[in-house]
């Protein structure tokens, strides 16, 4: 690390400049956030900072999911504890994540629960039902028992969704009729 690096002078530059922020400046945080074996959730407060940065802020956690996925697996389940006191536009983010670098093993029970509130809720973006049937269905490869409701699921949102998921939806349903 570093010596002459200062977390809380990058948490004030993130906390300054997020909002405003590029992809080709985000992909230079992520190099220094790498670098320096920053703790993600040291960073975690910028969730509660006003909109745009916090969106921002999830968006670094994608890309850094992107560019390592194994430094945001590693502290999701930390991110994890702090979920029901996220604001609620900013929970969903969880199955970009899952769907990045997968579900860590401690959360599995209860993203399970949560991945298929979102598949089924008409309150969901399409993006989001997306990504949740993906981590679903990886997720039925290791409990098979899943297959099943993921099967009910995707019959009940068939015509409720875009033409796009309804043809990965059609995909997944003959891959899980092959098994």
């Not at 975690?44 to 968006?59: C, G, P, T, V």
């Not at 969903?92 to 990045?100: D, G, N, Q, R, V």
């Not at 490869?141 to 699921?153: G, H, M």
Request: glycine letters at 2%.
């Amino acid at each position: 690390m570093n010596t002459n690096f200062s977390i809380s002078e990058f948490h004030n530059e993130l906390k300054s400049s997020l909002s405003e922020s590029t992809m080709e400046i985000r992909k230079e945080w992520i190099a220094i956030i790498l670098e320096n074996n920053i703790e993600i959730k040291s960073l975690f407060d910028l969730l509660k900072s006003e909109h745009k940065i916090a969106i921002r802020f999830l968006w670094l956690l994608s890309e850094i999911g992107l560019t390592n996925q194994e430094k945001l697996l590693s502290e999701l389940p930390i991110l994890f504890k702090e979920y029901e006191n996220l604001n609620p536009k900013y929970k969903t983010s969880f199955a970009s994540f899952w769907y990045l670098v997968g579900v860590p093993q401690e959360n599995e029970g209860k993203a399970i629960d949560l991945l298929f509130q979102w598949l089924l809720s008409n309150q969901t973006n399409v993006t989001t039902k997306s990504r949740s049937l993906s981590v679903l269905f990886k997720l039925t490869q290791k409990y098979p028992e899943l297959k099943n409701e993921l099967v009910l699921s995707l019959k009940d949102q068939m015509h409720k969704c875009t033409k796009s998921f309804e043809k990965k939806a059609n995909k997944i349903l003959i891959e899980i009729s092959k098994n």
